[in-house]
């Protein structure tokens, strides 16, 4: 097989200074996000749930999900546990197709590093819905403020301020830990997983999120939604249902 130079890396003869993203162009569509959105009668907003594993970050987005389609919207979720079964897949579930070389540089596992590539990969995704006009809701721990902060400036550098609303679902450890749907904490605290979040891998709260939401014993995850709800109603994002 012949062995071609790796264009991303090696700068082309005629022009030593040139780089790869020189030849990447734009191109802007004939269909533009505004069409699309007047089609829709929505915005393309991305609602960003961030917190603790097993705070309720995917209950609570599933049911948000739920009350904005039975309203008509268009709308789509994104959730940590199923896209790192796809687009973010670990070594050992890429190796299973691709080369151990590809699998280890490709894969993505729970280090800083993995998670701030999770969370720009995600980013970029909501990003095309939002401008395709869809309520994007995207459930992850997505720990680090700087990897929140940077998918909140991707996705309101392409739409406008007020595109991107943080959810904080701030479920104390303690709760999480007693919940522990998987069995993960225990993993977690016996030293059977590493980086765990909130035991041994930090997690940065939210100091400004859209929507925080503390939480009260007894309230249900339709009552968490319906907070959420109530806040695109007050921003414009969804007809209030009073008319
Ligand atoms: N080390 C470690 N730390 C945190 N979470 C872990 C870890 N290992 C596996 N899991 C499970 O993976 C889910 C988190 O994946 P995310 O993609 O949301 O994580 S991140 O945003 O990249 O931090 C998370 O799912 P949820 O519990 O639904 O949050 C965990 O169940
Ligand atoms: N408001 C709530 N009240 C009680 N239990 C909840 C609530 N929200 C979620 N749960 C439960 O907590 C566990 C973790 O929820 P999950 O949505 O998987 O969290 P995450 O996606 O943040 O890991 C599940 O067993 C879920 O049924």
Known sequence: ?????????????????????????WHAHTVTREDREAKLGQRGVVIWFTGLSGCGKSTIANELDRLLLDRGAACTLLDGDNVRHGLCAPPAVLSEEHSEEFASRFGLGFGPIDREENI???????????????????AFVSPYR????????????SGQKGDFLEVFVDTPLEVCQQRDPKGLYQKALAGEIKNFTGISDPYDAPPNPEVHLKWKEGQTPHEQASVILQELENRGILKSKRG
Do not use: C, H
């Open 120 to 138: 720009r990969r995600i980013g970029a995704v909501t990003e095309l819905f939002a401008s395709a006009g869809v309520i994007t809701l995207a």
């Open 146 to 157: 700087r990897d929140r902060d940077r998918v909140r400036k991707t996705i309101e550098s």
């Open 1 to 25: 097989m012949s062995q071609t130079p790796d264009a991303s890396s090696t700068p082309n003869e005629s022009s030593p200074k040139r780089d790869i993203k020189d030849d990447i162009v």
